[in-house]
């Protein structure tokens, strides 16, 4: 495998960073005494966004074939009778 490949980051991730950060520096501001901090920032387009991005990256992982694979597994563990879920029983 190439060192060099470089794989594109989620934008889920950079979104959760900047709001992460938003939130810091929000907290450093009340913790000088700033009380009205929180009107300096809105957080309603980031939240948007972050959202957005968050519905979108848990659609592709609820649809990629190894999440597939683990429903259909658990599934058929679920389903399954019981004299077939333990060999010893025989009932």
Known sequence: MDDKQHYPPFPFIAL???WIEMWQQTAALYRAGLASAALVYDTGPL???WLRSLTQTIDQYMRSPAFLELT???LRGVTRPPRFAF????R
């Not at 060999?87 to 025989?90: C, G, T």
């Open 72 to 74: 259909g597994y658990v």
């Open 16 to 18: 959760t960073r900047q």
């Open 87 to 90: 060999p010893f029983s025989f």
């Open 47 to 49: 939240r948007t966004l």
